[in-house]
């Protein structure tokens, strides 16, 4: 009993040691042999280290030192600090590691620039999203950027945004603007790939559709779809009547078929399909402790 207590903390520690392991992969494989700078403090490190030859791994380390320890006083003490502390020195150290053994490719798999920054995006991206999902952090920017949003209020993006684009226009000036360039086209590229990974590509669309066929349209996405549908109440804003909304959530590849099915039922309905990061509970992936 007391294992499967445990077992929710210790799936999380594993995802977080993991994603820092593929995190410092993607930066010794492709980005740092391609000279492109990765974001927050780890770019910082890189453009250290091409000046003055000091560890990458070490200068990480140090970075985030100070945003570690105001990580602990204002995001959550205990819980954030050990999970940030470890996809920090993982990191850190597989970085700095990587170079003392001669059988991993020290200078990258390819010359092309622009495939480096596509997978080293990719691999970085799949680190990031590990981290996230078990409830870590890996330091350095994510850090700032949760700390100015909770007690200055500035979203996590602007945060973001700022703090890569100093990087990325510091690397311009060490490492060419080429590189910059391709430097924040990976630097996009992972963040969609760490969201991806962090959500498990799990988005669903979801359906408003008003129709005075109400029970026919409801009863064919149940029958046919076996989807739930709810009903809501709403009043037209121009004739000021009631009107019945149904709602309703599908996958991606079911939104045809709804289509067909409200065609079929109701041609005069008015129907919106939006799109959602993620559906839990009946009929999708089950609601459980994140």
């Given at each position: 009993?007391?294992l ?53 791994g ?14 602990w ?14 996809a920090?020195i ?15 490719p ?11 920054a ?36 500035v979203?996590?993006?602007q ?63 149940m ?26 959530v599908?996958?991606r ?16 309905a ?20 994140p």
């Amino acid at each position: 009993m007391k294992l499967k207590r445990l077992w929710p903390s210790l799936l999380d520690y594993l995802l977080v040691a993991i994603g820092a392991l593929i995190q410092a992969v993607g930066l010794r494989m492709f980005l740092v042999p391609a000279d492109l700078a990765s974001g927050g403090i780890s770019g910082v490190s890189q453009l250290v280290n091409h000046l003055t030859g000091w560890p990458i791994g070490l200068m990480i380390l140090v970075g985030n030192l100070p945003l570690f320890i105001l990580g602990w006083r204002l995001l959550g003490g205990r819980r954030f600090a050990m999970r940030t502390a470890l996809a920090v020195i993982v990191y850190s150290l597989i970085t700095d590691l990587w170079t003392w053994f001669a059988f991993l490719p020290q200078n990258g798999l390819t010359d092309d620039i622009l495939l480096n920054a596509l997978y080293g995006a990719v691999v970085s991206g799949i680190g990031y999203g590990l981290v996230y999902r078990g409830q870590g952090t890996s330091g350095g920017s994510d850090i700032l950027a949760r700390i100015l949003n909770r007690w200055r209020g500035v979203s996590m993006s602007q945060s973001y945004l700022a703090v890569d684009g100093l990087v990325v226009l510091s690397a311009g000036f060490v490492f060419g603007w080429k590189h910059a360039l391709y430097a924040l086209v990976a630097i996009y590229v992972s963040g969609l790939v760490a969201e991806t990974t962090m959500e498990g590509g799990r988005s669903v669309r979801t359906a408003l559709i008003i129709t005075a066929q109400v029970k026919g349209v409801s009863r064919q996405i149940m029958d046919n779809m076996e989807r739930g549908v709810t009903l809501l109440q709403g009043t037209g804003g121009y004739t000021g009547q009631d009107r019945a909304v149904l709602y309703c959530v599908v996958t991606r590849s079911e939104v045809a078929q709804l289509k067909a099915i409200v065609h079929e039922a109701d041609p005069l309905a008015f129907m919106v399909i939006g799109a959602a990061h993620e559906a839990l509970g009946e009929g999708f992936q089950p609601l459980e402790r994140p």
